[in-house]
């Protein structure tokens, strides 16, 4: 028998099963949700993050430039005591 106002058969209980599945399907409608705000997010910080890595990358290149130079002068500093015990008369 139908109902007039909705033309719709009888109502039907839903399963378990079935119940289980919107619940699920609304979870993940969620975490979709979720995802895309979070999406968002990091894209409207994508331009702040990539200076802040544009910055350290220049940092790092400046240490490693001062790094390269005290072992070039410490090298150095090696190779003259040992030549000034090796060779006796060079210097003062």
Known sequence: ???EKTMAGPRTRRTPAARSTKYDVDGIYS???DLTSRVVALETHQPHTEAQL????????GIKEMLSRVMWVIVLAVVGALL???????GP
């Open 84 to 90: 000034k015990i090796v060779l006796p008369g060079i």
């Open 54 to 61: 544009t910055r350290i990358e220049k940092d790092i290149g």
């Open 31 to 33: 975490r979709i949700n």
């Open 1 to 3: 028998m139908r109902d």
